[in-house]
């Protein structure tokens, strides 16, 4: 293209680094991405770990249906799976180092995919997730069916049950996230824990860059350890400032910056500040954080819990969780529990979401590491040695991201505030798109989700093609 207009974009993560394939394969030479960390991939995040790598951040591809990712990538790639729902492969643990009985544990089980079916009634909920379960769930064991699941066995799987819906949506409590939001999240239809074994998330991007045939010439676009901290749209051109005293000028500009860090910049970030709607977008939808602990021992000394091991949950007694309460190792019981890591023997792995995240960032990692042996002993009932590695994440307190991913909470609901709400085109007076919107907390269908990002990432790309294309037709 000819006179190609200067676009830029900021954040290489998935939603920057697709719209930039989508962009130059429709013929914009003109295209550069801003990036302020010292590599690609954002909030897709693959470590080196032994001979394969492991994900700090996206891990799973969730669902095959209608999404973007499986559809790029299940030609070129094998996904594994971790076996979240193998009955076989599951243990159920009691902090009193007694074991669930599994029949009534599937009894149970059976009642919340129950309840998560609900959708339509979820919809017309004015109140949170955590109350919509929890009136569903005592209207339910109302039958004698479940008589032989006393009331503490009940607790614990609720409670159970909290703590995992709280690190799927990286949220402080099940109360705060909105019921009527949560029914409007798409679920993919088809296998929801696919892995990537020991390539990593970040083969991803490998496939991405094949199949838009761009190797050579995306890398040259890339600018890294460039973070935007200036973005001045008053006049046609776009002026953008680096920390480092760069200035650049765009036509276009393409904004993936993570809610997180938009919410603590965006005053002093634009110049005009964003309109009224955007800013009350920013403000309102929750950027939540999850955290992540990887374990490596010398030996897998879960297989004597079960032969066939994926995951092992953890139930509190309601004794346990008092005593732990108030002490430093209440972020413990933010624990849904371990699973085993595809593609890696020896390495177990536990994600946290619940109210001690801050608390959870800035504890030692020698601390966090006691804890959990701590733990695996209390409710495996076994002398564990020491493990020969470990790794932790810290997405709260990383700069260019301020959390993990976004979700609508009650407040978010309160307000009538929409993704679709960020991810408005911000045009100027002759109608011309100068500030366009995506990334994951962008998208209502697929919020939080890698597929999200990518979605509107293209989406974003797509908007500036069709603008070029009205206007040669004028
Ligand atoms: C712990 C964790 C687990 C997750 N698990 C899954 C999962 O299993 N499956 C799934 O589908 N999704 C998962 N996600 C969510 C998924 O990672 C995100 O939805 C997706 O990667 C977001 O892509 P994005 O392009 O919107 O943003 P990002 O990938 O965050 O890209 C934005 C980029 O902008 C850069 N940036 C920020 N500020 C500036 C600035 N001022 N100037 C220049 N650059 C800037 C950032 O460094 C970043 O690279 C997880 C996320 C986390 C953190």
Same mark, same amino acid.
């Given at each position: 293209?000819?006179? $190609?207009?200067?676009?830029?974009?900021?954040?290489?993560?998935?939603?920057?680094?697709?719209?930039?394939?989508?962009?130059?394969?429709?013929?914009?030479?003109?295209?550069?991405?801003?990036?302020?960390?010292d590599?690609?991939g954002?909030?897709i995040?693959?470590?080196?770990?032994?001979?394969?790598?492991?994900?700090?951040?996206?891990q799973?591809?969730?669902?095959?249906?209608?999404?973007?990712?499986?559809?790029?990538?299940h030609?070129?790639?094998?996904?594994?799976?971790?076996?979240?729902?193998?009955?076989?492969?599951?243990?159920?643990?009691? $902090?009193?180092?007694?074991?669930?009985?599994?029949?009534?544990?599937?009894?149970?089980s059976a009642?919340?995919s129950?309840?998560?079916d609900?959708?339509?009634?979820?919809?017309?909920?004015?109140?949170?997730i955590?109350?919509?379960f929890?009136?569903?769930?005592?209207?339910e064991?109302?039958s004698?069916?479940?008589?032989?699941?006393?009331?503490?066995?009940?607790e614990?799987?609720?409670?159970?049950?909290?703590?995992?819906?709280?690190?799927?949506?990286?949220s402080?409590?099940?109360y705060?996230?909105?019921?009527?939001?949560?029914?409007?999240?798409?679920?993919?239809?088809? $296998?929801?824990?696919?892995?990537?074994?020991?390539?990593?998330?970040?083969?991803l991007?490998?496939i991405?860059?094949?199949?838009?045939?761009v190797?050579?010439?995306?890398?040259?676009?890339?600018?890294?350890?460039?973070k935007?901290?200036h973005?001045?749209?008053?006049t046609?051109?776009?002026?953008?400032?680096?920390?480092d005293r760069?200035?650049?000028?765009a036509?276009?500009?393409?904004?993936?910056?993570?809610?997180?860090?938009?919410q603590?910049?965006?005053?002093?970030?634009?110049?005009?500040?964003?309109?009224?709607?955007?800013?009350?977008?920013?403000?309102?939808?929750?950027?939540?954080?999850?955290?992540?602990?990887?374990?490596?021992?010398?030996?897998p000394?879960?297989k004597?819990?079960?032969?066939?091991?994926?995951?092992?949950?953890?139930?509190?007694?309601?004794?346990?969780?008092?005593?732990?309460?108030g002490?430093d190792?209440?972020?413990?019981?933010?624990?849904?529990?371990?699973?085993?890591?595809?593609?890696f023997?020896?390495?177990?792995?536990?994600?946290?979401?619940?109210n001690?995240?801050?608390?959870?960032?800035?504890?030692?990692?020698?601390?966090i590491?006691?804890?959990?042996?701590?733990?695996?002993?209390?409710?495996?009932?076994?002398?564990?040695s020491?493990?020969?590695?470990?790794?932790?994440?810290?997405?709260?307190?990383?700069?260019?991201f301020?959390?993990?991913?976004?979700?609508?909470s009650?407040?978010?609901?309160?307000?009538?505030?929409?993704?679709?709400?960020?991810?408005e085109?911000?045009f100027?007076?002759?109608?011309?798109?100068?500030?366009?919107?995506?990334?994951?907390?962008?998208?209502?269908?697929?919020?939080?989700?890698?597929?999200?990002?990518?979605?509107?990432?293209r989406?974003?790309?797509?908007?500036?093609?069709?603008?070029?294309e009205?206007?040669?037709?004028?």
């Amino acid at each position: 293209m000819s006179n $190609s207009p200067h676009i830029i974009i900021i954040g290489a993560g998935a939603s920057g680094i697709i719209a930039a394939c989508n962009l130059i394969s429709k013929g914009f030479t003109n295209v550069t991405i801003l990036e302020a960390e010292d590599r690609i991939g954002g909030r897709i995040d693959s470590r080196r770990f032994n001979d394969g790598f492991i994900d700090f951040g996206a891990q799973w591809c969730s669902g095959q249906e209608g999404n973007s990712v499986y559809e790029l990538c299940h030609n070129d790639f094998e996904f594994g799976c971790t076996g979240f729902y193998d009955t076989n492969g599951f243990v159920g643990l009691i $902090s009193n180092g007694s074991r669930v009985d599994k029949q009534i544990f599937g009894k149970l089980s059976a009642v919340r995919s129950k309840i998560e079916d609900m959708i339509d009634e979820m919809r017309e909920f004015k109140g949170s997730i955590g109350e919509f379960f929890d009136q569903k769930y005592n209207q339910e064991l109302e039958s004698s069916e479940y008589d032989d699941a006393d009331e503490e066995m009940r607790e614990m799987v609720r409670k159970l049950w909290e703590t995992e819906v709280n690190a799927n949506y990286a949220s402080t409590s099940w109360y705060k996230i909105s019921a009527n939001r949560y029914s409007q999240v798409v679920v993919c239809e088809g $296998s929801q824990d696919q892995t990537w074994r020991t390539s990593g998330y970040k083969t991803l991007f490998d496939i991405i860059q094949k199949k838009f045939k761009v190797e050579e010439v995306l890398k040259d676009k890339i600018q890294l350890n460039k973070k935007v901290d200036h973005i001045n749209w008053d006049t046609d051109k776009i002026v953008i400032r680096t920390l480092d005293r760069h200035v650049y000028q765009a036509d276009h500009l393409i904004v993936t910056i993570p809610l997180g860090a938009l919410q603590a910049h965006h005053k002093l970030l634009f110049t005009p500040m964003l309109p009224e709607k955007k800013i009350k977008a920013i403000e309102n939808i929750q950027f939540g954080t999850l955290g992540k602990v990887f374990l490596e021992f010398e030996e897998p000394f879960w297989k004597k819990l079960n032969n066939n091991f994926k995951v092992c949950a953890f139930l509190w007694t309601p004794e346990d969780l008092d005593d732990i309460r108030g002490t430093d190792k209440e972020w413990l019981t933010n624990m849904y529990g371990f699973l085993h890591l595809d593609g890696f023997p020896y390495v177990l792995e536990t994600l946290l979401g619940g109210n001690k995240m801050k608390e959870f960032e800035t504890y030692s990692d020698e601390k966090i590491e006691n804890d959990c042996i701590w733990l695996l002993e209390k409710f495996m009932k076994v002398k564990i040695s020491r493990p020969i590695a470990m790794r932790r994440t810290r997405w709260l307190t990383r700069e260019n991201f301020l959390g993990s991913y976004s979700y609508c909470s009650m407040n978010t609901a309160e307000k009538d505030v929409y993704p679709e709400d960020l991810k408005e085109t911000v045009f100027n007076d002759n109608g011309k798109p100068m500030l366009l919107f995506a990334g994951e907390a962008t998208s209502s269908k697929f919020q939080g989700y890698v597929h999200g990002a990518i979605d509107t990432g293209r989406e974003a790309a797509e908007k500036l093609i069709a603008y070029f294309e009205g206007l040669k037709e004028q």
